[in-house]
Every structure is written in C-alpha cells, then in structure tokens.
Nanobody, 116 residues
Framework: DVQLQASGGGLVQAGGSLRLSCAAS????????IGWLRQAPGKEREGVAC????????YYVDSVKGRFTISGDNAKNTVYLQMNSLKPEDTAVYYC?????????WGQGTLVTVSS
C-alpha cells in the first residue's frame, strides 16, 4: 500500500516561510499526482498545489501562485511544498495525497499557523 507522511508545519509570522514535506512509500509507478490540500477551521478542504510524477507538471490554486512552490525529489520519494510570504489566511491543516488511476491515498495533516 501507498503510505504518505506529511511534516514541516509550525507557527510562523506573516511574511515568513515554511517547507512542508510529504514522504511517500509504496508508489511503484509514475501514474500518480501528488497534491497538497488544506483545511482551515470552519472551511472546506481545498486543493493548494499538485505535481504529476510522470511529467512534473504543476498546478496551483490562484491564492498561492507566486508564493508557494511544489517540487519533488525522486531519490528521496518526497514532495515538498515551499511556502513563502505566508499570510494569516494560509493558516490551516495541510494534507498531502497521492491520486492514482484507481485510488487516492492520504497522509496525516500537518498544522500551519501564521500569526499576524
């Protein structure tokens, strides 16, 4: 089975940076998209960014474009989310997932808190 381990959350002041990591195991093909989603208190979960393993194509939600960067390190089986210029509205629990052709796997969340 695919397992995902998210880490890197924490408390940061507005304007600061954090890097989230999603360490994956059990992925045996490139037909996966690894995504970061977040859920703020009282809000629905939303997609933030994703990367396709087959071609490294990326997608970002408009609210994070120019501030967040998603990247992958195949040697470490890890996908990163570099978050710069953080805003209080980025405060949320961040989750990574791996979406294949027939299944989706989720890691546990990591809390990001941005203070104003």
């Amino acid at each position: 089975d695919v397992q995902l381990q998210a880490s890197g959350g924490g408390l940061v002041q507005a304007g600061g940076s954090l890097r989230l990591s999603c360490a994956a195991s059990g992925i045996t093909s490139d037909d996966y998209v690894i995504g970061w989603l977040r859920q703020a208190p009282g809000k629905e979960r939303e997609g933030v960014a994703c990367i396709g393993l087959i071609d490294n194509s990326t997608y970002y939600v408009d609210s994070v474009k120019g501030r967040f960067t998603i990247s992958g390190d195949n040697a470490k089986n890890t996908v990163y989310l570099q978050m710069n210029s953080l805003k209080p509205e980025d405060t949320a629990v961040y989750y990574c997932n791996a979406a294949g052709l027939n299944s989706i796997y989720w890691g546990q969340g990591t809390l990001v808190t941005v203070s104003s």
